[in-house]
């Protein structure tokens, strides 16, 4: 079956770095769209990035700061964060669609503070 299993978070200072990974396994990951969201306390999940091949995408307010990167030797994703900003603490999640239906991993908890 699907699975998919976030690691990497942890408290980190403003301005400090981090690389989120994301283990996935049980479908066609070199030719599937894997998205990175997130989720804030009181606030709804938003979408943060995505790659697909050779393709990546991020969202405006991760620009120039996030990036995904994938490895498919390892079946793995990761969200490459730099310069990060209190307003990034959330909890962090992978997700693909296949078949109609959304999977996620169980999230890793990022927080920013000094």
Not at 34 to 45: C, D, I, S
Not at 91 to 100: D, E, L, Q, R, S
Request: net charge neutral.
């Amino acid at each position: 079956q699907v699975q998919l299993v976030e690691s990497g978070g942890g408290l980190v200072q403003p301005g400090g770095s981090l690389r989120l990974s994301c283990a996935a396994s049980g479908f066609a990951f070199d030719n599937t769209l894997v998205n990175w969201f997130r989720q804030a306390p009181g606030k709804e999940r938003e979408w943060v990035a995505y790659t697909l091949r050779a393709v990546t995408a991020t969202a405006d307010s991760v620009r120039d700061r996030f990036t995904a990167i994938r490895d498919n030797e390892k079946n793995t994703v990761y969200l490459q964060m730099n310069n990060l900003k209190p307003e990034d603490t959330a909890v962090y999640f992978c997700n693909v669609h296949i078949a109609g239906r959304d999977y996620w991993g169980q999230g890793t908890q990022v927080t920013v503070s000094s």
